[in-house]
């Protein structure tokens, strides 16, 4: 039972951060944000598959490793409340704001790179107490 309710958590955080950044990104559009930025290959655009792969697949990652590894380690969940939140932020100074976008695109894709930080300290912490449940179960059984 901990299992799904670890898997549990981690899917309802990765609908939830989905659902908010399409929200978000969806307010940008209608707010005149063009989205579209010079690559490397030459104009690109992020358009909601974009969104929803850059909230959806490093979060996923993030959070499975802290649901397999902290029943082992309580460490982790700690490790993952400081680190989660830092790459969040960090990523908007890596990758948003050296961008050529627009300033509502840049503010836009700011806002969905900061909706992640309130799940991911939600999600974590819920990873924890599921955590301690799992050792303690473990500790009580040997």
Do not use: K, Y
Request: proline share 5%.
């Amino acid at each position: 039972m901990p299992d799904r309710s670890r898997a549990a958590v981690v899917a309802a955080a990765v609908a939830a951060a989905v659902v908010v950044n399409l929200v978000v990104h969806g307010i940008g559009r209608a707010a005149g944000g063009t989205f579209r930025f010079t690559a490397a290959t030459g104009p690109a655009e992020v358009d909601a598959i974009t969104v929803t792969g850059f909230s959806a697949v490093p979060l996923l990652i993030g959070l499975t490793v802290v649901a397999l590894l902290a029943p082992f380690a309580s460490w982790v969940t700690r490790a993952a409340l400081i680190a989660g939140p830092a790459l969040a932020v960090g990523t908007i100074l890596g990758m948003t704001v050296p961008a050529d976008f627009d300033t509502t695109s840049t503010v836009t894709l700011a806002l969905c790179h900061l909706t992640l930080v309130p799940i991911i300290v939600v999600a974590v912490r819920a990873l924890a107490r599921r955590a301690e449940t799992v050792r303690a179960a473990r500790t009580s059984a040997a």
